[in-house]
């Protein structure tokens, strides 16, 4: 089983929809989450960190916690052109932080 | 605040050839990694430092990589000799400390022919 875990994708959405991506991870005592976009020939960029239980909002961003079902999620509101990008779940315990595979966004204009 | 430096931004080697690559990590912050990124997949941490101490370089191929981190802030990451497999993204990321929010540099693309 890998680590962390995020739906295969390519997702395709209109351009003023919302885009929904979801991440699981197999290690329990994992203590904190993040989300990273790549644009394709960049790095990655961090734009979200949740630590607890619950929603996070950041714009048009909303991160979503339950370490309960080792879930956490993305979602993307008003989707705009400028939001595609590879969205890259990374899960962190003591000392490591391991990332899924990402999923692929691209926003229909 | 400059962000993690990275170079440099493209290289082209044979195989058996030897590479280096150099990072210079935000100001002030004491853990460094180096990662490999492989087209289509998430980037994969090959070595980790704590100021000038390895924290993790359990998947680090050790028989041809080879990294230092001098003086707690510059580090290098060797491949001697280069394989083709090792073609990839080689991304250098800091942080304030471990595993806190992480920030990369630009990447460096290597290619083995």
């Known amino acids: 089983q890998k680590e962390v875990e995020q739906n295969s994708g390519p997702l395709s959405v209109p351009e003023g929809a919302i885009a929904s991506l979801n991440c699981t991870y197999s290690d329990r005592v994992s203590q904190s989450f993040f989300w990273y976009r790549q644009y394709s020939g960049k790095s990655p960029e961090l734009i979200m960190s949740?630590?607890?239980?619950g929603d996070k909002e950041d714009g048009r961003f909303t991160a979503q916690l339950n370490k309960a079902s080792q879930y956490v999620s993305l979602l993307i509101r008003d989707s705009q052109p400028s939001d595609s990008a590879t969205y890259l779940c990374?899960?962190?315990?003591?000392?490591?932080?391991?990332f899924g595979a990402g999923t692929t966004v691209t926003v229909r204009a | 605040e400059a962000g993690v430096a990275q170079s440099p931004r493209y290289k082209i080697i044979e195989k058996r050839q030897s590479v280096a690559f150099w990072c210079n990590p935000i100001?002030?912050?004491?853990?460094l990694y180096w990662y490999q990124q492989i087209l289509g997949q998430g980037p994969k941490l090959l070595i980790q430092f704590q100021n000038n101490g390895v924290v993790d370089d359990s998947q680090l191929p050790k028989d041809r990589f080879s990294a230092e981190r001098l003086k707690g802030v510059d580090s290098t990451l060797k491949i001697q000799p280069a394989k083709l497999e090792d073609s990839a993204v080689y991304l250098c990321?800091?942080?304030?400390?471990?595993?806190?929010?992480?920030?990369f540099g630009p990447g460096t693309r290597l290619t083995v022919t």
């Open positions: 990321a800091s942080s304030l400390d471990r595993p806190n929010e992480q920030y």
């Open positions: 949740i630590y607890s239980n």
């Open positions: 100001s002030g912050h004491a853990t």
């Open positions: 990374a899960v962190a315990n003591d000392y490591k932080l391991s």
